[in-house]
């Protein structure tokens, strides 16, 4: 894949993040001012182990949404980081030594160019008259080794370079064990998403029957659930840092120019 399409793909990627929605969590669970009054009529109403245990669920629940929330926009502001700096990167890459290999190219081929003539001349007199030719013998062999010391400096800054460029890479590699990771820990996080809203309608029935056992019981598991994603969301975070790492890890072996 070329520069083009792979900034393309990674554009792409980048905006279909941005458009997700924020939060399903959030958008599931809104407590509205009805709905909030109900709950807490529904706490009136119970003894007070049931109270202290429900207010518990509750304040844990809000505190989980707030947590899920704070890690969704870090994600993302980690995420477009990440994104804008490999983009950076593989421009730095591809640019490693080029001005220098430029201007040794540019000298080797300025003193072929040079000694060109000469070479000409060399050739046609040892074949009219080699005799004659012996005396440029001397300065035809040391523009050779002229030549040759600016070609092997040229290929060996040019295989240094390439020994850079595979190295780096070879760091960024460690990325995609990690995207697989973050993959699955999305796909995992599916399942307690999908669970979430009907828990919700479920608990929203409870609630305004003014049910205390139902409603602490939904309440419980809307926390666990909560909990479950917010897990997997740390867990992205803590990978998206990594990727981080590894990125600032390949950007300090670019060569100062």
Sequence with gaps: MNMNKRLAVLLTALILVIAAPTDLMAASIEFTVPLKSALD????A???TSKGKMNLLYSNLIALQEQDQNEDESIKTIQYGNEEA????RKQIKQINADKISKLGNELKQTQDRYNPMFALYNSLNTLFGSQANGMKAAV???????????NSLNALKENTAKTIRSI???LADIDPIEVQIKAERSESNTPRKRISSVWE?????????????????????????HQIVDHKQKIHNLENK???IIAKAKSQIPLK
């Design 46 to 48: 119970a003894d007070n």
């Design 243 to 245: 990727i981080s790492e």
């Design 141 to 151: 062999q040391l523009a050779r080794y002229d030549i040759r010391t600016k070609q």
């Design 41 to 44: 009529k529904t706490i009136a």
């Design 202 to 226: 479920s608990f929203k029935q409870t609630v305004k029957k003014n049910d205390t056992k139902s409603t602490m019981d939904s309440l419980s598991t809307l926390v666990s659930i909560s």
């Design 86 to 89: 490999l983009i950076m990167l």
């Design 169 to 171: 890479r070879g760091i």
